[in-house]
């Protein structure tokens, strides 16, 4: 079993930045693949980035390359995503997610509980 609490959102104007936190808990964290998704308002869940199991890897999504950046400290059981050059299509509440798969897409075993991310114009 493994927990995980996301910190880090915020209310933001557009072109910022914010840098999330989400901190695990349980079954060594190394051994899973980390994602963050978001979920706007009225839309479905999507992937945002991930990170494999050793940070070696990196994978994001078109619309964020560029822009942000996922990492993870194992030492400290975290994984993070910095975002920068915020735009209003980037608010949303966004989930960390946890995954014994090595596939960037999941499936993903255990979720948070989310941090809102409002990017004002």
């Known amino acids: 079993q493994v927990q995980l609490v996301e910190s880090g959102g915020g209310l933001v104007q557009a072109g910022g930045s914010l840098r999330l936190s989400c901190a695990a808990s349980g079954r060594a964290f190394s051994t899973y693949t980390m994602g963050w998704f978001r979920q706007a308002p009225g839309k479905e869940r999507e992937f945002v980035a991930a990170?494999?199991?050793?940070?070696?890897?990196?994978y994001y999504t078109d619309s964020v390359k560029g822009r942000f950046a996922i990492s993870r400290d194992n030492a400290e059981n975290t994984v993070y995503l910095q975002m920068n050059s915020l735009n209003s299509e980037d608010t949303a509440v966004y989930f960390c997610?946890?995954?014994?798969?090595?596939?960037?897409?999941?499936?993903?075993?255990?979720w948070g509980q989310g941090t809102q991310v409002t990017v004002s114009s």
């Open positions: 990170v494999s199991k050793s940070g070696g890897s990196t």
């Open positions: 997610a946890a995954g014994l798969t090595d596939y960037r897409l999941g499936p993903y075993d255990y």
